[in-house]
């Protein structure tokens, strides 16, 4: 009988085999859920020492079903799908993998930015309809020039400042937990004032993470405050976006376009906001390259091996504060 017993919940990958690899450096039974529900998981996890979660919601009523449980390895950088409360309350460590995908994300946030910003979706789609006219792109404005916004300054959001400014764009950043240091080193301005940020940008890029303060930031007041010409990106967590007002300013013009990676409800329901002319939607895909997939998946079930054997894992997220 193996020692410990370690639950995959789900997958978004072609297989579980690096999971499965990783994990055989244990003396443990390696157990594929196969299903997201509620009551599978928590009858499969009530005697697994260790759990590896992709998408599933892990609610309180879950992982309150599970006696032996050390560590929810979380394959992604949020934890929004993990009652973070209810683990700690249990004693569970929580880990993430922040530090994967910093170049991938940075540059798909710039991809739909400029995709939106020269209309390159559109003028595919008619060109693949047999319709040969650069005029319905129009009004296109000379990036050069134009202000980029960037809601959160974390690591992912400097790297898309940095490829902002390769194309002459100005860069201002909103973040109000971090010091003047970080704006300064990076050569981008900071704002102050919220109301005034929204006002000033003409591509908006959102990278803070989804906290109580940020869940329905972007709403129909803040889209009110934006330029008509305004752009919206998010790579970051659909529900940073009030996605109803989204929709209804993108229907009226009160902005012109969004490019978005991520949505409230994932994947949309039909007709939902991915029909609209001015939206380019993609299927929460930025995080990915070969490379980063490979690497995400290594850390995820290496913190599982580190809790088991060292009882320390490298991405710790609820450690008690000292």
Same mark, same amino acid.
């Given at each position: ?77 949020? $934890? ?23 170049? &991938? ?25 047999? $319709? ?39 860069? $201002? ?26 006002? &000033? ?46 929709? &209804? ?41 070969? &490379? ?31």
């Amino acid at each position: 009988m193996a020692k410990f017993k370690v639950l995959m919940t789900d997958t978004i990958f072609p297989d579980v085999a690096i999971e499965r690899r990783v994990v055989s450096e244990l003396d443990a039974d390696f157990v594929f859920a196969g299903s997201k529900d509620a009551q599978t998981l928590k009858k499969e996890g009530a005697d697994a020492d260790a759990v590896l979660v992709v998408f599933a919601q892990l609610t309180r009523e879950v992982i309150e079903a599970w006696s032996k449980c050390r560590i929810i390895a979380r394959a992604g950088i949020g $934890v929004n799908n993990i009652d973070i409360e209810a683990a700690t309350e249990r004693g569970i460590k929580v880990t993430n993998v922040p530090d994967y995908c910093f170049d &991938e994300v940075a540059s798909h946030a710039m991809a739909l930015a400029l995709s939106c910003l020269r209309r390159t979706v559109l003028y595919a789609k008619s060109v693949k309809s047999g $319709v040969w006219d650069m005029n319905l792109g129009r009004p296109i404005a000379r990036i050069c020039g134009l202000t980029f916004g960037l809601f959160g300054f974390g690591h992912i959001a400097q790297a898309v400042a940095l490829r902002a400014k390769a194309f002459g764009m100005k860069i $201002v950043a909103y973040d109000p937990y971090l010091p003047d240091s970080v704006f300064s080193s990076a050569g981008v301005q900071r704002a102050a004032d919220w109301d005034a940020f929204l006002a &000033e940008v003409d591509v908006l890029s959102l990278h803070a993470p989804l906290t109580e303060s940020t869940q329905g930031i972007i709403n129909a007041k803040a889209l009110s405050r934006m330029k008509k010409s305004a752009i919206i990106i998010n790579t970051a967590r659909g529900p940073l976006i009030n996605e109803k007002d989204l929709r &209804e300013a993108l229907e009226k013009g009160v902005i012109a376009q969004a490019g978005l990676d991520v949505l409230e409800s994932e994947p949309p329901a039909a007709g939902g906001i991915q029909t609209l002319e001015n939206a380019i939607v993609t299927p929460h895909a930025a995080f990915y390259s070969d &490379e980063a997939e490979l690497e995400l998946r290594e850390k995820t079930a290496r913190q599982i091996v580190l809790e088991l054997t060292t009882g320390e894992p490298a991405y710790w997220f609820n450690r008690p504060k000292k």
